[in-house]
């Protein structure tokens, strides 16, 4: 155990995720829960928080029929003298799904929490509890901060392989113990179907587990909800919603691959021709809001996903939305550009809540990187998805907005922003300098790129210099989509140091294994 972890943080976890570990798998992969008393609701996908801040937090559960969703929150895994807190009705007009929002919490605690299941006609009548815990954000930097990210998942049609230890990488980064995690997007793949096998280099099979929902791309509410519930069958992936708190964003394959907003899907897809991908992202978001519990988005119409979280003295995460809000995909060379990737509300409201921060270290959650190239090519047409297109001179298209971002924390004198991202399905650090870019006028600072966490590895991408990118470390396979089964599957760690302000970056490897190391100094400008 770390000597950060306040008492019970590992203890919590056992005996108290039985609930969450039995889920009855398609095949028989494991039985149902012994406990399970008939007619009684269930919460067999197990619990998660998210959005923890130094006084709230929200905690998710998933019903398997309609019920009462009640939550008792205590300061030991105990539960003496708990706190209760009464949650909304589940149903199945969110997939039997709810939020509760924790309220007027104590500053760097470790709060635990159960959450119980009743039956909406006879209280009395209420399934066993699923507990899990989470520590508030500190009010004083001397705790220091440790936080892991990644994004990807069961990409490329790479589903839940039982024989490798399904999600096993989730595992790695509840060793780190870390505060929260931070998901770069692509929860899920939406537009990639699972088979039971695919074929190895070696001649092997990778076997996966199947449903319904994974058989086909996603078209309908119901399939998106599908597409979710499938990774929640993994109870690698569960036991660690149920210690570490997330704060997750959403990228292109929670709708499908590329998309932008009013793009229409033609003929030769696996979608229905004339198919338009704003009403396919409406259905996406819906299900993505009714399976994470994020703060900013709800039942609410106008809710978002990009939103600033506050993490006591030493850290600001800035989650941004480069998907929801852009312009077309395209060469991406015009000389204004004035959506780009962010919208302009967004980019505005970055610019002020930057500008605003006061914490040690501003992180920047960019769900695509900034100067590494990634194509979308249609057509012949060299058609670009990220911010950088190839071309090292002077911005263009959406790299323009990033450079009106990069001005003003160079002017504004904004000390201690670092750029953290997945996406590529590669690991890498690279370094900004303006003495090595076309575009002169920001200071220099850092981007780290990890992921996957299980789905297809590619090469390393090209590098644009408009921004003059160094890239200091990359590990990245030659052939495109490895399987996880053989590796290069990748998640980051953050770790700030309470006493000196030092924030080190660890990039690892799907076991845990440090691949690179850099530590970061507080109070310069850029970084």
């Known amino acids: 155990m770390s000597d950060r972890s306040l008492p019970g943080r590992r203890g919590v976890l056992r005996g108290s995720l039985a609930a969450s570990a039995a889920l009855a798998l398609p095949g028989g992969i494991a039985a149902a829960p012994a406990f399970a008393l008939s007619g009684r609701p269930r919460a067999d996908w197990g619990v998660q928080a998210g959005d923890v801040t130094a006084d709230s937090g929200l905690v998710?559960?998933?019903?398997?029929?309609?019920?009462?969703?009640?939550?008792?929150?205590?300061?030991?895994?105990?539960f003496r003298a708990p706190r209760r807190w009464r949650g909304p009705l589940l149903g199945a007009d969110t997939d039997f799904t709810g939020t509760t929002r924790l309220r007027g919490?104590?500053?760097?605690?470790?709060?635990?929490?159960?959450?119980?299941?009743?039956?909406?006609?006879?209280?009395?009548?209420?399934?066993?509890?699923?507990?899990?815990?989470?520590?508030?954000?500190?009010?004083q930097r001397r705790r220091g901060v440790r936080f892991v990210w990644s994004g990807d998942l069961a990409g490329?049609?790479?589903?839940?392989?039982e024989s490798i230890g399904g999600y096993r990488i989730f595992d790695a980064m509840a060793r780190t113990d870390p505060d929260f995690f931070l998901c770069s997007g692509d929860n899920i793949y939406a537009d990639g179907p699972v088979s039971a096998t695919a074929a190895l280099p070696d001649g092997s099979l990778y076997r996966s587990v199947t449903t319904e929902a994974k058989s086909h791309v996603a078209i309908t509410l119901d399939d998106y909800r599908g597409n979710f519930r499938y990774n929640l069958l993994d109870g690698a992936l569960r036991r660690f919603n149920a210690q570490v708190p997330g704060i997750i964003q959403w990228d292109d394959h929670e709708v499908r691959n590329n998309w932008y907003p009013g793009e229409v899907i033609g003929p030769g897809t696996p979608y229905p021709a004339g198919t338009r991908l704003d009403d396919l992202a409406r259905r996406s978001r819906r299900a993505f809001s009714e399976y994470f519990p994020i703060s900013t988005l709800g039942a609410r119409p106008g809710g978002r996903v990009y939103r600033a979280l506050r993490h006591g003295p030493l850290l600001d995460v800035f989650v941004l939305d480069m998907r929801s809000h852009r312009n077309a995909n395209s060469p991406d060379d015009q000389s204004t550009d004035p959506?780009?990737?962010?919208?302009?509300?967004?980019?505005?409201?970055?610019?002020?809540?930057?500008?605003?921060?006061?914490?040690?270290?501003?992180?920047?959650?960019n769900d695509m990187p900034l100067g590494l190239v990634v194509p979308?090519?249609?057509?012949?047409?060299?058609?670009?998805e990220a911010v950088a297109q190839g071309d090292p001179g002077a911005?263009?298209?959406?790299?323009?907005q990033i450079a009106e971002l990069l001005r003003l924390v160079k002017h504004r004198r904004i000390t201690g922003t670092v750029w953290l991202t997945a996406d590529v399905h590669h690991t890498s650090a690279q370094h900004y300098d303006p003495a090595r870019a076309a575009f002169k006028d920001f200071e220099p600072f850092w981007e780290f790129v990890s992921g996957p966490l299980n789905a297809g590895a590619f090469p390393a991408s090209e590098l644009d210099g408009t921004f003059g990118p160094d890239r200091v470390f990359v590990k990245a396979p030659t052939a495109s989509n490895v399987s996880p089964a053989?590796?290069?599957?990748?998640?980051?760690?953050?770790?700030?140091?309470?006493?000196?302000?030092?924030?080190?970056?660890?990039?690892?490897?799907?076991?845990?294994?440090?691949?690179?190391?850099?530590?970061?100094?507080?109070?310069?400008?850029?970084?």
């Open 60 to 78: 998710w559960v998933r019903a398997d029929r309609p019920a009462r969703m009640i939550v008792e929150t205590a300061a030991t895994e105990s």
């Open 105 to 139: 919490l104590s500053a760097g605690e470790q709060i635990h929490y159960r959450v119980t299941l009743a039956d909406p006609d006879d209280p009395r009548r209420t399934g066993e509890p699923v507990t899990g815990t989470f520590r508030t954000a500190p009010d």
């Open 156 to 161: 490329q049609g790479w589903g839940i392989n």
């Open 339 to 365: 959506v780009g990737i962010l919208g302009r509300a967004q980019l505005e409201w970055l610019k002020r809540e930057l500008a605003a921060s006061r914490a040690v270290w501003k992180v920047i959650a």
């Open 376 to 384: 979308d090519p249609v057509e012949g047409r060299p058609n670009f």
């Open 395 to 400: 911005p263009l298209g959406r790299e323009l």
């Open 486 to 527: 053989e590796g290069y599957q990748f998640f980051g760690e953050v770790d700030i140091d309470g006493a000196s302000g030092e924030l080190t970056v660890r990039l690892r490897e799907y076991d845990g294994t440090v691949l690179f190391t850099r530590t970061l100094q507080p109070g310069r400008v850029g970084q």
